[in-house]
């Protein structure tokens, strides 16, 4: 994660990290909390964990049983990558499945998805504005980061990329709450907020053109708007504190460089 050169940190894990050069150590922080100025705001995604799962949820685990945990770290891996293709791929860069020794990168679920962006990148031209943006409520003190804010057709459109096999209500909150720290940071507001779902059932582009999708992906909209959602969000964060009465983060030590003692 900590790549070669002593500051290039990928952009997902670099709030994580405190380096100290003098004392040549790295503190990797709390992942559930954002350090801003030196004060510390609980994550989106920590307080929605309050949020319930459902019947939907409770079946599933029943299904898979002890599977579970595999199934969710493979999952997680797989959205890892691609996400972090898609933050090259909108620095210009040239994603590659096969490498220069025929070997893939991905694997075909991961590159289906990739391409998928991809469609709706060079379809719909959006122009960006920001991506992978840490977001700040001050108001409310929480903190996030969001994937995308884009303008499509004279809209600004605040996105999350998901590469789930199916959407859950916890991530309308979630859009909500980063679309309220967007605007309180920024005089521009948000207009609309939408999920890019790499893992749709749509078959093709909508016949109305109303739609903003393609086959095997879409922008799923909120049936509710971003005020409602953000008062649900707000019910949450109040079951987060009364369990987190004072939220801090821990934080683990690391060394930066070792070598054997000469002289033992």
């Not at 996105?159 to 199916?166: A, E, G, R, W, Y």
Request: aromatic content about 14%; proline content about 4%; hydrophobic content about 35%.
């Amino acid at each position: 994660m900590i790549e070669k050169g002593h500051s290039i940190y990928k952009k997902s894990i670099k709030r994580l990290l405190e380096v100290d050069h003098e004392n040549k150590q790295v503190n990797f922080l709390d992942n559930r909390f954002y350090n801003r100025n030196g004060e510390y705001y609980p994550s989106v995604t920590s307080i929605l964990q309050y949020f319930p799962k459902g019947k939907f949820f409770e079946n599933w685990l029943k299904d898979v049983g002890h599977n579970a945990d595999i199934i969710a770290r493979r999952a997680a891996d797989e959205g890892t990558q691609v996400h972090d293709a898609i933050e090259r791929y909108l620095l210009g860069e040239k994603i590659l499945w096969i490498d220069e020794n025929g070997y893939s990168k991905y694997s075909l679920d991961v590159w289906k998805m990739i391409l998928k962006f991809h469609e709706f990148w060079s379809t719909y031209k959006p122009t960006l504005i920001e991506s992978e943006i840490h977001l700040f409520s001050t108001q409310y003190i929480y903190a996030g980061t969001c994937d995308l804010v884009v303008e499509i057709n004279g809209k600004k459109w605040l996105l999350d990329i998901k590469t789930s096999n199916s959407l859950h209500t916890s991530y309308d909150l979630q859009l909500s709450a980063y679309a309220q720290a967007w605007n309180e940071l920024y005089e521009e507001k948000i207009d609309r907020i939408g999920i890019l779902w790499l893992k749709s059932s749509k078959r093709g582009k909508d016949k109305k053109d109303e739609k903003i999708q393609g086959k095997g992906w879409e922008i799923y909209e909120p049936e509710k708007n971003i005020e409602e959602n953000f008062k649900i969000f707000q019910y949450i964060y109040e079951l987060y504190k009364l369990e987190h009465p004072n939220p801090t983060p821990t934080s683990e030590q690391f060394p930066t460089e070792i070598q054997i003692d000469p002289n033992p």
